[in-house]
């Protein structure tokens, strides 16, 4: 399925976050309805909260392609306050009423995506963490939230099932994450399979954390310390990443 109208490489990047966002949706489907009560991997979330932060993020980053397609700036979200009441009344929301908000949600971001022209890919929106980003970067934050947040769900998907392309993003930009805080900036990530071997301290002698791409995002996102080694004698704590 292409997309009219989008400079080269954003026709990829929107076929991978359908991939996910499919992900999601069938993680989402496998689950009865009395499941979504049930514990997510994120402490204090059961997976309604995970599936109402999903369906309200995908809204949130409507709201940042209009604002490149109109010029008129609209946030992602008024307060991080605000963010957390959306997450807190989605939870809320009958087993059915929540289905179709993700549905729903998603829907209204592709068709953002699909009536954005090619000269406003560029433009500039503001993230909820303050970053000013061109409009293509809408893209790479919901791959992330629909991949990462369907192992969240807690009921078979996992780290292995994320495209390795998505693994190594979010390794980058977690470890860049890391850096800029000065939490974390020495510790070396050393992947065991994908194309590339290293992230984040490329010193030799730097504190490393080894494992497949799929083990180190899980432990660099605070999933999961399965699957992964240190140089000392303890796994260093994870840093925070978002």
């Known amino acids: 399925m292409k997309t009219k109208h989008h400079s080269i490489g954003i026709d ?6 359908r991939r996910g966002t499919e992900h999601f949706a069938e993680a989402l489907a496998e689950l009865y309805d009395t499941d979504l009560d049930g514990d997510s ?7 309604r909260h995970v599936v109402a932060h999903v369906g309200y993020n995908a809204l949130a980053i409507a709201r940042l392609v209009d604002w ?5 700036e609209t946030p992602m979200y008024e307060s991080r306050e605000a963010r957390d009441n959306e ?15 993700f549905e729903h949600s998603a829907a209204e971001l592709e068709r953002a995506w699909r009536g954005l022209p ?20 809408t893209v790479w934050i919901r791959t992330r939230e629909v991949w990462i947040h369907a192992v969240d769900l ?15 993003r979010a390794l980058t930009d977690i470890t860049a994450a890391w850096r800029d805080r000065g939490d974390g900036a020495g510790l070396r990530l050393a992947a065991t399979d994908g194309s590339r071997p290293a992230f984040g301290n490329q010193s030799a002698d ?32 994870t840093p925070v990443w978002l």
Do not use: C, M, Y
């Not at 799929?214 to 303890?234: H, I, K, N, P, Q």
């Open 41 to 47: 991997l994120l402490p204090g979330w059961t997976r």
């Open 68 to 72: 490149a397609n109109t010029g008129i």
């Open 12 to 17: 990829e990047r929107l076929e991978t976050v």
């Open 154 to 168: 807690d009921d078979g998907a996992t780290f292995d099932d994320i495209p390795a392309e998505v693994l190594e």
């Open 87 to 101: 997450i807190a009344h989605g939870a809320a929301l009958s087993a059915r009423e929540l289905r179709r908000l």
């Open 118 to 137: 090619e000269k406003s890919w560029s433009h500039q929106v503001r993230t909820s963490q303050g970053r000013l980003v061109p409009a293509s970067e």
């Open 206 to 237: 730097a504190e490393t954390v080894s494992g497949s791409l799929a083990d180190l995002a899980a432990w660099a996102t605070g999933r999961s310390t399965a699957g992964v080694t240190s140089t000392t004698e303890e796994l260093p704590v």
